[in-house]
């Protein structure tokens, strides 16, 4: 007699682990229903929110860094001055503050103080910065300053996502462990008495 298309002797054939729905297991709490939940919310926030939130933020500081940038290439410009003074040093400290002069394109003469370095004599030119005052300045940034304050911004932006997702998601997992130990300890209270009675019999 064939077998074929009879049942088993042991009964139909149990599902897979994978053919029964996780929202159907009988030990699967409400806490982790909403735990899994979370967890896709934070990756969602992480694969969407992470990327837009650095490109915003690094965008927005290029942006005002590039401002900046026009606004000092606008008020700075760079003069050629003359050391009125030797520049003494013990080969310590490569660049030592030292007295300059120089004249302005409307033949105004100007002096001032200007890191030089150390061992330049006197009446040697001196190319500094300076800003509309006639005082002397540092150099006004450029797009290679304001690329890497936007990139700086953007992936200070990141790791600020990320740390808030994990911070999150610690919480919540926190905060739902402790109602998890008060719910277990409940019900331990209810079950207990029951348990230890079989062995006073």
């Known amino acids: 007699m064939s077998t074929h298309g009879s049942p088993s002797a ?13 929202e159907a297991n009988p030990l699967r709490r409400t806490s982790d229903r909403y735990e899994s939940w979370f ?20 965008l927005t500081a290029y942006e005002s860094s590039m401002r900046t940038v026009h606004a000092q290439a606008a008020a700075r410009h760079e003069v050629t001055a003359r050391l009125t003074s030797d520049v003494l040093g013990d080969g310590l400290v490569s660049k030592r503050p030292a007295p300059i002069r120089w004249t302005e394109r409307n033949g105004t003469v100007r002096t ?5 370095k150390a061992g330049t004599t006197k009446g040697a030119a001196v190319r500094v910065w300076v800003d509309r005052d006639g005082s002397v300045t540092t150099p006004p940034m450029n797009t290679a300053g304001a690329q890497a304050n936007g990139w700086f911004v953007a992936g200070m932006a990141a790791l600020g996502v990320a740390l808030g997702a994990h911070a999150a998601r610690a919480a919540t997992r926190l905060a739902l462990d402790r109602r998890r130990y008060a719910q277990w300890e409940a019900e331990w209270d209810l079950v207990e008495p029951l348990w230890s009675g079989r062995f006073r019999r």
Do not use: E, F, Q
Request: hydrophobic share 45%; no cysteine.
């Open 112 to 116: 001032g103080t200007a890191l030089v």
């Open 39 to 58: 967890r896709r919310v934070l990756m969602l926030v992480l694969v969407l929110g992470l990327p837009v939130a650095a490109l915003s933020a690094g």
């Open 10 to 22: 042991s009964g139909p054939p149990r599902p897979h682990k994978g053919d029964v729905p996780r």
